[in-house]
């Protein structure tokens, strides 16, 4: 006798309707561009970033609240850099393709394929793409509550533009 | 009048001692291993799993307290696997590298660079490894909170091995 899979011993985890198989997904990859993920814009406004688009890969859509975090894949077009910010929650950043540049205040730091990058709370940061042929792209681990980024203000980017190899990169 | 860098006006909201630059970190990687990370057993005990090895990349060590989630890397020898088992808390893996097969309850993918699996709660799962020539590398990324992994009993097992695919390709 076969057994009926879709009331399987499993599913009695379940909180409800849908079983746990059907509640997980795998989200195949072609040239950097997910499943059943969409494109966005990086931010919703703002010109203090340039060449930069996100997909949501896990934890912002229906039934995938079960994460404390959100993994987020982010690709900037040759010359592009995200903006120039700092907030209370860390990022962790593992970069998939391209290479390119990393602010950490006054550190400069070279990235490349497979660079795993701790930014930790309160840090100022930017991601500049430095190849002229290829995009960075980058998956991005945030903590699903998390405080708004802040924008340094003046005297901070003063401060930075003393440094030069940091005034040499920084976009604002 | 050069300003001194280690006193930077970035560093007060720091909650002591190294600044926020200090605090993160840039982990460069050379053929699938992570600078300063240490290579360690998948488990600390078992057979129920073959060939894995892991790399905990952020979240594990002094001053990665922040992020409310743990970054690993995790790498199968071919024809390794993991070991099968479910748990309330929810997986997102990311393949770097190989390719390979995921079991999730009932159902079978394949799986190649850059898939991206979200494992929901109580899925029970096992990864596998099936190049003959390359591991397979993922990132599997877990809340920092977390319950531990529970294993099949024999009805479950039973069941799954109904399941002409899945038996072919389940290990325990």
Do not use: N
Not at 57 to 81: H, M, N, Q
Not at 134 to 139: T, Y
């Amino acid at each position: 006798m076969q057994r009926d899979h879709t009331t399987a011993p499993l599913s009695t985890a379940a909180t409800s309707g849908t079983s746990p198989a059907e509640r997980s997904k795998v989200l195949h990859c072609k040239e950097f561009r997910w499943q059943g993920v969409e494109e966005e814009a990086y931010k919703a406004e703002g010109s203090h970033f340039s060449g930069a688009r996100r997909q949501a890969l896990i934890g912002v859509r229906p039934g995938e609240e079960a994460p404390a975090f959100e993994t987020r894949y982010f690709e900037l077009a040759p010359g592009g850099y995200t903006s120039l910010e700092q907030h209370a929650h860390a990022h962790v950043v593992i970069v998939l393709r391209g290479c390119g540049e990393v602010i950490l205040d006054q550190r400069l730091e070279r990235i490349e394929p497979f660079t795993c990058i701790y930014i930790a709370p309160h840090a100022l940061h930017q991601l500049h793409a430095t190849s002229e042929q290829e995009p960075l792209g980058f998956l991005c681990i945030v903590d699903r509550e998390r405080d708004r980024p802040q924008y340094p203000d003046a005297t901070t980017l003063a401060w930075l533009r003393e440094i030069p190899k940091i005034a040499r990169r920084l976009r604002v």
